[in-house]
């Protein structure tokens, strides 16, 4: 079956960096776009990037363009979400979906803070 699992959150200082990994199984990655999601408590699930099946293609919500940066190894059956500059407000669950089969990971905690 389709799995998702998500690696790489933790604690970071404000202004901070961290790279997530999201290691995909179970159908065929390189065919399908790929997305990255975040959810704080109490509040709704909010799109934060999205990359076409090759990679060749990005986009990212306005608060987070040219701070994201989302990548995908084919070859590993691996997408990465690298965040930079990263705040408190950020600190959330960071999911990474496959949305032709409506599949999510289990989700990563970041932590920004001091």
């Known amino acids: 079956q389709v799995q998702l699992v998500e690696s790489g959150g933790g604690l970071v200082q404000p202004g901070g960096s961290l790279r997530l990994s999201c290691a995909a199984s179970g159908f065929t990655f390189s065919m399908y776009a790929m997305r990255w999601y975040r959810q704080a408590p109490g509040k709704e699930r909010e799109l934060v990037a999205s990359i076409t099946r090759t990679g060749g293609f990005t986009t990212y919500a306005d608060s987070m363009k040219g701070r994201f940066t989302t990548s995908r190894d084919n070859s590993k059956n691996t997408l990465y979400l690298k965040m930079n500059s990263l705040k408190p407000r950020e600190t959330d669950v960071y999911y990474c979906?496959?949305?032709?089969?409506?599949?999510w990971g289990q989700g990563t905690l970041v932590t920004v803070s001091s």
């Open positions: 979906s496959a949305p032709a089969y409506n599949a």
